[in-house]
């Protein structure tokens, strides 16, 4: 039966990485979180690499060097989760080694950084850049929904519409069959 350990270990590191690699976005939660959150990252020499908590840039609420995380990866193409795994959460020091790998990885796939080659000078300032690794095995797929409440936010896509534009879009309607 130990004969199995190993290689139940090595499946779940292998499900891990390709599942992570292939996600453009995590899901994790941090030690005592209300909810998990949605984190753009890098797959990176064995770890789940995110930087954020600066101005522009991604939260990283509850997620403190040697803390726990969970962390959720979805599939790409149908949004579906594929695995959830347990993290050692480890802040990176800025200009160390490590920084400097973990971030020139992150550079190549921040989108739209109002700074581009100034990028790596502000986050060593003003943000944190964390390393997940993957501390244990995977854990099984839920039964039943694990839909949360979306976290609060001001931000809005859905207003009341305007109380003149039935009738607007009426009368365009009515000029276009009648070709005016």
Known sequence: MTSELPGQALFDRALIE????????????????????????????GA?????????????PALVDGGLAEVTVRSKDKGGRLVTFPATVTELAAGSADWETAVAELKGKRLNAPD??????????????????PDGSVAPLPSGSLAEVPVPTPATTRQPIPAGLPKLLARRRKKERHGG
């Open 48 to 60: 789940v690499c995110l930087v954020g908590d600066g101005p522009g840039e991604q939260p990283l």
């Open 116 to 133: 581009g080659e100034e990028m790596p000078g502000r986050w060593a300032r003003e943000c944190r850049v964390l390393r997940l690794t």
């Open 18 to 45: 390709e599942s992570v690699k292939k996600s453009g976005l995590v899901w994790v939660r941090g030690a005592g979180a209300p909810a998990a959150r949605a984190l753009w990252h890098v797959w990176h020499e």
